[in-house]
């Protein structure tokens, strides 16, 4: 029985997945933008109406990589005009710019420094790093020093504050880096009055399950590439996965299907409770789909 459930799964997929690549050559890839408007407390008046814009892992390889993987640069170039139409106060990137080869950070950035905000802000465009993008010994470096060529200020473990001092910007270190350093949410947080409410950038939405001890008034995350497959209309495929048991444990170790440890978490707004607040106090997340995906 087990390995008909196997056959059966594996065909499943394949097929979804034959399907899906027909479906494109007829139907080319989109660009959704979804609107999530957000209460937050003690903003100051000024700051009614922010607009943020946010994106996330973007996955532009580099031409000598071993397995070319990244979108088209006419896909890149829609993203960047929809948000420039917007004319938000600030852009977000939640990190995941490149997909292992740090060289892609390069022609990327192109297309990143035609990005522009409102006057308010001063072009302000945060970013933070993905998973994807400390995968190689030079990336953290030469990311960093890209970015910082386009005016994009790369945010570790950091807090800004580009529209004054009512509205702190926090940008969070890398969860899954190999260095227990590189998540240091204590250095961000320690210094913001409770009063002022909080923009959190950190690219794996676990962490909103680590920072429940902090007040994170919108945590902005990516990673999970939405659930990677929506499965026909039933949800993201790897949350439908994780949340029922009729795919076998032992298929389960030998298929790493888990992006999150939630099943929640794979998509969209979610809200998490804050420890020690009653009276019905949280955390809230929303979780981008992303581009490269």
């Known amino acids: 029985n087990i390995f008909w459930i196997i056959v059966s799964v594996a065909v499943l997929v394949l097929s979804y997945c034959v399907f899906k690549n027909m479906f494109t050559v007829f139907h080319p890839p989109r660009v ?24 996330s892992d973007i996955h532009y390889d580099s031409v000598r990589s071993k397995h070319v ?30 997909v292992r080869d740090p060289d892609g ?43 910082k060529e386009t005016n994009i200020t790369l945010l570790e473990n950091q807090t800004v504050y580009p529209l004054g001092p009512g ?22 947080f320690h210094d913001i009055p409770d009063h002022v409410p909080r923009i959190v950038l950190s690219h794996n939405p676990d962490t909103a399950s680590l920072l429940t001890k902090w007040r994170v008034d919108l945590q902005l995350s990516g990673h999970t590439h939405g659930g990677q497959i929506n499965f026909f209309g039933f949800g993201p495929l790897l949350q ?22 939630n099943p ?22 929303y979780i981008n789909d992303g581009i490269g995906t």
């Not at 929640?264 to 997340?285: I, S």
Request: charged share 25%; aromatic share 6%.
């Open 240 to 261: 439908i996965i994780a949340k029922n048991n009729w795919i076998p444990d032992g298929l389960k170790r030998r298929f790493p299907v888990k992006a999150v440890k």
């Open 32 to 55: 959704v933008v979804k609107n999530l408007t957000v209460k937050v407390d003690d903003l100051p008046e000024n700051l009614n109406g922010t607009k943020l814009a946010v994106v």
């Open 69 to 98: 993987r990244r979108i088209s640069d006419s896909l890149l170039t829609t993203v960047v005009d929809k948000i420039n139409s917007m004319s938000p106060d600030v852009i977000l990137i939640t990190g995941d710019f490149v």
């Open 105 to 147: 950070i390069n022609p990327l950035a192109s297309f990143l420094h035609k990005l522009q905000t409102s006057s308010r802000s001063n072009n302000t465009i945060l970013a933070i790093y993905g998973n994807h993008d400390i995968k190689e010994l030079n990336s953290k470096p030469l990311i960093s020093s890209v970015l």
């Open 167 to 188: 509205l702190a910007f926090v940008g969070l270190g890398e969860l899954l880096s190999s260095k227990s350093s590189d998540f240091k949410p204590e250095l961000a």
């Open 264 to 285: 929640d978490w794979y998509t969209g707004y979610q809200e998490v409770e804050r420890d020690g607040c009653e009276g019905g106090k949280v955390n809230r997340m």
